[in-house]
């Protein structure tokens, strides 16, 4: 089973400012499995990237993904206010599915 | 638009079995785009992959759960269920059905585009 292991766990961050967020895995994923999330209190996850790069539907700018082998990494350029939440990063392969514990991004 | 609802008790003994139906509307589980999964989440914790249901009957289960649970279609009325049997406390949580694409479809495969809005399952006498 591949592990995934987020960074930081929390972030503490201030509307405008640029988050980094960080995915790694305990072996080898394939680019085109590697998903991101964002879920708020109460709320289902939401997909924001897929195939380590690209937007779902209806996903702003700017949230971006990076990344390949081990280490993945979401980029939210410019916070805005209803950004603030937690992140997880999942990964499919061998018929396995598993996500990261999380990053949660507060508000500084 | 895709919509999945979740529906079951929200109240379950120990030692008994869970059992949960999600139903699809707005698509067709029977199109044969798309694997129907259970993922679940504890009280103030991460996300957890129950298994998967194609519309088939085919089905795959997470292994660290797999002598436990059941998931079935019914291609009839457009849902997919759990059953996760001999529950304790370490299953309550909120428990959500989530698609997943195939290769071709608009995301793919391997994640999840569309989500039930998950209901809780407690675990307790």
């Known amino acids: 089973e591949i592990v995934l292991t987020q960074s930081p766990g929390t972030l503490s961050l201030s509307p405008g400012e640029r988050a980094t967020l960080s995915c790694r895995a305990s072996q080898s994923v394939s680019s085109s499995y590697l998903a991101w999330y964002q879920q708020k209190p109460g709320q289902a996850p939401r997909l924001l990237i897929y195939g380590a790069s690209s937007r779902a539907t209806g996903i702003p700018d700017r949230f971006s993904g990076s990344g390949s082998g081990t280490d993945f990494t979401l980029t939210i350029s410019r916070l805005e206010a209803e950004d603030f939440a937690v992140y997880y990063c999942?990964?499919?392969?061998?018929?396995?599915?598993?996500f990261g514990q999380g990053t949660k991004l507060e508000i500084k | 638009q895709v919509q999945l609802q979740e529906s079951g008790p929200g109240l379950v003994k120990p030692s008994q079995t869970l059992s949960l139906t999600c139903t699809v509307s707005g698509g067709s589980i029977s199109s044969g785009d798309y694997y129907w999964s259970w993922i679940r989440q504890p009280p103030g914790k991460g996300l957890e992959w129950i298994g998967y249901i194609y519309y088939s009957g085919s089905t795959y289960y997470n292994p660290s759960l797999k002598s436990r649970i059941t998931i079935s279609v019914d291609t009839s009325k457009n849902q997919f269920s759990l059953k996760l049997s001999s529950v304790t406390a370490a299953d309550t949580a909120v428990y959500y059905c989530?698609?997943?694409?195939?290769?071709?479809?608009?995301?793919?495969?391997?994640?999840?585009?569309?989500w039930g809005q998950g209901t809780l399952v407690t675990v307790s006498s």
């Open positions: 989530a698609r997943e694409g195939t290769i071709g479809t608009t995301t793919g495969a391997g994640n999840f585009d569309y």
């Open positions: 999942q990964q499919y392969g061998s018929s396995l599915y598993s």
